[in-house]
């Protein structure tokens, strides 16, 4: 979630705050449900799915 990616997957325009929060390494409010402890439920999507794609990838699944 530290990549450009996640901004095209989720539909969301990151602010400068947001593309400062990355570089610090830090999750972006803007992916944020409740102040930075969590992602949105989009975003959880988003991850869940190139994670599951990526174990069928590499024959895991």
């Known amino acids: 979630m530290l990549g450009n990616d ?4 989720t539909g969301i325009t ?3 705050a947001d593309k400062q929060a990355q ?3 830090i999750m972006p ?3 944020s ?3 930075g402890a ?10 869940a799915k190139r994670i599951i794609d ?3 990838e ?3 699944l």
């Open 6 to 9: 996640v901004w095209t997957d």
């Open 14 to 16: 990151p602010n400068e």
């Open 23 to 25: 570089r610090d390494g």
């Open 29 to 31: 409010l803007s992916l």
């Open 33 to 35: 449900s409740d102040g």
């Open 38 to 47: 969590h992602f949105t439920p989009a975003v959880e999507e988003k991850i």
């Open 54 to 56: 990526k174990a069928k």
């Open 58 to 60: 590499l024959k895991y």
